[in-house]
């Protein structure tokens, strides 16, 4: 069995001490044996508007989240999924919301643009437009990893059970969900759409997140969790900044699927 952390913190728009909190929790994480960290969506950079946002977006390959994230993997000798950095793109009023990741010698080994673009308009009258300030990627993604093959997505992704699906297809065990959930929504859904997907896939859910109140401004719901392929938490956090520590057993993860075996029931043919 190996060992796997999730993050969970409360990122504001100053870059220098986000990365700071963050690498004190990357470290907590390596003292506790994990060799594969998740960070939450929005981990270096949660912008107070969306000006600042494509100020501090950086050039795909070169930027100082980006370093960090290669300089942290390496020095610390663990494998890390940055939730989520802007990156700029082809529209100079928009960002690209990626997901990267690094292998133990600080190589990119991952990049994931979120798919699913957070549009929404709540009772509670917050309003979300994501799309005003992001491309959306076209693409899912897989990546190897000492761990399995793991799917990629960012929160609201999670709400699209046939991305999870055709993750699995292409062979994913587990599926990450780095998250900046709203404080709203996450009350009611959270939980429930991340045992979902851990249910229906048979997999691994990894699932960190922001917390808190960001820049005085937005509300995040936090609750990391990690969630084994029966819907079992199996390691978790509440609204205080840390780590959420634990086994991932792919042994369990196929007796899982043998015992319940929904995944060879498919139906291609009508779906």
């Known amino acids: 069995m190996s060992k796997i952390a999730a993050i969970q913190t409360n990122a504001s728009d100053d870059i220098e001490q986000n990365l700071g909190d963050v690498l004190e929790q990357i470290d907590l994480a390596k003292e506790h044996g994990a060799e594969l960290i998740v960070l939450p969506e929005c981990f270096g950079f949660m912008q107070s508007s969306r000006q600042q946002l494509l100020q501090c977006a950086e050039e795909d390959g070169h930027g100082k989240i980006q370093d960090f994230l290669s300089a942290s993997s390496n020095s610390r000798n663990v494998w890390i999924i940055?939730?989520?950095?802007?990156?700029?793109?082809n529209n100079p009023n928009k960002v690209t919301n990626t997901l990267l990741a690094c292998d133990n010698n600080g190589n990119r080994v991952a990049r994931y643009d979120k798919i699913f673009l957070f549009d929404v308009t709540l009772s509670s009258g917050e309003c979300y437009r994501e799309s005003d300030y992001t491309e959306p990627g076209n693409s899912v993604k897989v990546m190897d990893s000492?761990?399995?093959?793991?799917g990629l997505s960012i929160c609201y992704d999670l709400r699209f059970p046939e991305m999870y699906?055709?993750?699995?297809?292409?062979?994913?065990?587990?599926?990450?969900?780095?998250?900046?959930?709203?404080?709203?929504?996450?009350?009611?859904?959270?939980?429930?759409?991340l045992k979902a997907r851990a249910i229906e896939n048979g997999c691994f859910v990894v699932a960190p997140a922001q917390t808190g109140v960001h820049n005085r401004a937005r509300k995040t719901w936090g609750h990391t969790v990690i969630i084994d392929p029966?819907?079992?938490v199996i390691s978790e956090l509440q609204s205080e900044c840390g780590v959420a520590i634990a086994n991932i057993d792919l042994d369990l993860l196929q007796r899982i699927r043998e015992q319940l075996p929904s995944l060879k029931h498919c139906r291609a043919d009508l779906f």
């Open 82 to 89: 940055g939730g989520s950095v802007p990156l700029k793109s």
């Open 230 to 232: 029966w819907g079992k």
């Open 146 to 150: 000492p761990l399995g093959k793991i």
């Open 165 to 193: 699906r055709k993750l699995t297809q292409l062979g994913a065990r587990i599926l990450v969900v780095p998250s900046a959930f709203s404080h709203t929504t996450g009350q009611s859904h959270w939980l429930p759409l």
